[in-house]
């Protein structure tokens, strides 16, 4: 079946086969068998489930089985690259079309389209590749011929105005119900709040009634979230490389775990592990600062050289020594598929509740226990609040209906802002709860001494009073209307 043409009309197709022969996974992880029988079936399907969660699969494995050709409509090249590695290493026809497609393979996916009976079974594309007419020529050809299987939009929040990562040409992606009612749609997404959710749904105009929404857990109950408490007087670089060193030598010191590794061949200081920083200078200064304390410390950010950046992806992604860290900005990561990451650390307080959300989720993809170290200070949270308030000031200069787009932006960043300052600053809850609340996920959010609230909720609050900035700079920043309540 790889690479061929899946199910012929009305034949039944055996799911769990494919899962094991094509995809190599030995079972469906819970409720991907549903979400993908809901696909085949006809239905249009909006997937919420936290990160790392298999939804790519949910879309491919239909894909597979499936008659004609499945459009994947995806945000960013780094995300497309590697379900697209992956799929490829499967033997399954998959091709892409964006700004790195050479001319000829254009030509040649195109052409397959337009025979109408295209051999391609997934084909990858970026939302503004869309709305070309061309491109929209060749889909309606393949309508005709009944073999434009489905459309999947992966990161389907990008469509709303009211979600973190807005994108317009998403918008425009309401041209497939328009001109392909029939054609069902599948929607993705880690990070949706109950108002994106409902705008996406009435963008793409789909169909509530026949709509079969999976609405999973946000929660990733093998993630550690903690805060640590910081203030521009104080660096917080020896507690990180205390804390660092202190796990080298527990797994070091622990006879069982180091004849364990060492069976392996692993290394005690094998930790993988993200730093994120906001300020591309800052990757490099503290990758240095980390490779003289002894740490296998890489930056990452986009104005290294291609092969600086290959030479550190692929020596972090393959445990090679001296490639444990990568200090990176915030769009390192997306589509990086490497299952053993150990920690995600946010050296400063990142831009929006959702983006942290993201990031964090990089750790424990393959579900043992990992740790998610946000270091917050209240001048972090000055600097972004000032960040945020010049950018909507530049907005405001803007005219017409670009104006008002941007300004909703602007408020929902903001709101995205303040929520995350309030779960940092927040020292009576729990923060997988906190997590959930603010994804309107009303599950359990289960905790077993997973955050930092949970394993000593006295502390947190004592370290709190004593790491951030004086109650005098809170009086003063709250009567200046900058300083907001807790959270919780
Ligand atoms: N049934 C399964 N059994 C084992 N592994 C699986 C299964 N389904 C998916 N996976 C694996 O889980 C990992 C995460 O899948 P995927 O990249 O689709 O996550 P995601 O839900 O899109 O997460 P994110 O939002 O973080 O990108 C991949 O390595 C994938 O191969």
């Known amino acids: 079946m790889p690479g061929g043409m899946g199910k012929k009309l009305g034949q039944k197709v055996d ?8 995809f190599g996974k030995d079972s469906f992880r819970p409720v991907q068998r549903e979400v993908i029988n809901a696909g085949l079936d006809g239905h249009d399907v909006f997937l919420q489930a936290a990160t790392s969660f298999g939804k790519s699969l949910c879309f491919q494995l239909p894909a597979v089985v499936d008659y004609g050709i499945t459009i994947v409509i995806s945000p960013l090249l780094a995300l497309m690259n590697n379900q697209i590695a992956s799929l490829r290493a499967a033997g399954i026809n998959v ?24 051999h391609t079974r997934l084909l990858y594309v970026t939302p503004e590749y869309c709305q070309l007419d061309n491109f929209r020529k060749h889909l309606r050809i393949v ?39 029939d054609v069902p749609m599948i929607c993705c997404t880690a990070t949706a709040t109950d108002r994106v959710r409902d705008d996406v749904i009435s963008i793409l105009g789909l169909d509530r009634t026949k709509l079969k929404s999976f609405m999973m857990t946000t929660s990733r ?5 903690e805060i640590r408490f910081k203030c521009d007087e104080e660096d917080h670089y020896d507690d990180f490389l205390a804390w660092l060193k202190g796990t080298y030598a527990r797994r070091a010191n622990n006879a069982a775990r180091s004849q364990e590794l060492s069976q392996r061949n692993e290394r005690a200081t094998n930790v993988p592990g993200i730093i994120y920083t906001l300020y591309r200078k800052d990757t490099e200064a503290l990758a240095a600062r980390l490779r003289n304390d002894g740490i296998g410390a890489k930056p ?17 992604v ?25 920690f995600v650390v946010h050296w400063q307080m990142p831009k929006s509740f ?40 530049k907005n405001a200069n803007a005219k017409g209906s670009a104006a008002a787009r941007g300004e909703q932006a602007m408020v929902n960043r903001i709101k995205s802002l303040q929520a995350l300052i309030g779960y940092c600053e927040a020292v009576k809850n729990c923060r997988h709860k906190l997590i959930a609340s603010y994804f309107g996920d009303e599950s359990k959010a289960p905790c077993q001494w997973a955050c930092d609230w949970h394993k000593d909720a006295k502390l947190l609050a004592r370290k709190k009073d004593k790491g951030l900035a004086s109650e005098e700079w809170c009086s003063t920043q709250r009567e200046t209307g900058a300083y907001y309540d807790e959270y919780d």
């Open 15 to 22: 799911i769990d086969f494919t899962l094991r022969k094509i």
């Open 318 to 342: 393959a445990n090679k020594v001296g490639y444990d860290v990568i200090v990176a900005t915030t769009a390192f990561g997306m589509g990086i598929d490497k299952d053993n990451v150990r």
């Open 95 to 118: 091709a892409t079309i964006n700004s790195t497609t050479p001319h000829s393979v254009k030509t040649a996916i195109l052409e397959d389209l337009k025979s109408g009976h295209p």
């Open 300 to 316: 990452y950010h986009a104005g290294l050289t291609t092969e600086q950046k290959d030479d550190h992806l692929h020596g972090w």
């Open 221 to 225: 109950p093998n993630l550690h979230y």
């Open 354 to 393: 959702e983006g942290f959300y993201q990031e964090a989720g990089r750790a424990g993809r393959d579900g043992k226990a990992s740790i998610c170290i946000l270091y917050y200070s209240r001048e972090d949270r000055d600097r972004a609040a000032m960040t945020m308030s010049r950018e909507r000031e």
């Open 143 to 181: 309508h005709e011929q009944r073999e434009l299987a489905r459309i999947a939009v992966d990161e389907a929040h990008c469509i709303s105005e009211w979600g973190h990562d807005f994108r317009p040409s998403f918008k425009e992606l309401n041209f497939f119900k328009r001109e392909f009612p």
